[in-house]
């Protein structure tokens, strides 16, 4: 996180990148003290070993097909193993004072990159619904409730809010009429967009 630092060829990063790096890195040793039993005494031995890319491998397959992780997350998992394993090849370097074998290093960019493909594809076809999914039943609902506040206001005689007349004029265009094409609503414009009528032309709406 130092702003200058010699023995560093990329630029400083900041206090977040770290804190989910050291998170990563935390639960893959969990990982492969759980499933592999390897018991790691220092950050290099691990992170700088011959095999941390086959390892790493074998940790995103535990987490996509075991668990149901998400590429999308995934891929920021092996993002970290691969800064922290940069860390542990240059500590390793400094440690020996000579050059040591960077292909574990290149392998695990070939495998941040294959994540990244596979999350673009997930992200593209494997359509989830959302926790927060509203069923069509559940938005009429949310209607009603929007149609009521509105009323209740005006038959108070209080002032209607703009967000409760934008929340019933939202609901209601989405739940009352539908149009046949998504890209309609972006040409909607109140009091100047022209609706066919039923028996009657066109109409401002």
Request: aromatic share 6%.
């Amino acid at each position: 996180t130092e702003p200058l630092n010699v023995d560093r060829e990329r630029s400083a990063c900041v206090s977040s990148t770290c804190e989910k790096d050291v998170a990563v890195a935390t639960r893959m040793l969990g990982w492969l003290r759980a499933v592999k039993g390897v018991a790691p005494k220092t950050v290099p031995h691990v992170f700088a070993s011959p095999r941390i890319a086959a390892a790493t491998k074998a940790f995103v397959e535990h987490l996509v097909q075991e668990r149901g992780v998400r590429y999308r997350t995934v891929q920021g998992y092996v993002a970290s193993v691969l800064n922290v394993a940069r860390f542990a090849h240059e500590a390793r370097r400094r440690a020996l004072g000579q050059p040591v074998d960077r292909s574990q290093l290149q392998a695990l960019g070939a495998l941040h990159r294959q994540c990244t493909v596979q999350a673009r594809k997930q992200d593209m076809f494997d359509r989830t619904t959302p926790s927060t999914w509203l069923s069509w039943h559940e938005c009429n609902l949310a209607r009603v409730h929007a149609e009521k506040s509105v009323a209740a206001c005006e038959h108070r005689g209080e002032a209607v809010t703009l967000p409760a007349l934008s929340d019933r004029l939202v609901l209601s265009l989405l739940t009352w009429h539908p149009p046949g094409r998504v890209g309609e609503y972006r040409l909607l414009r109140i009091g100047t967009t022209l609706q066919r009528g039923a028996g009657a032309g066109w109409q401002l709406v």
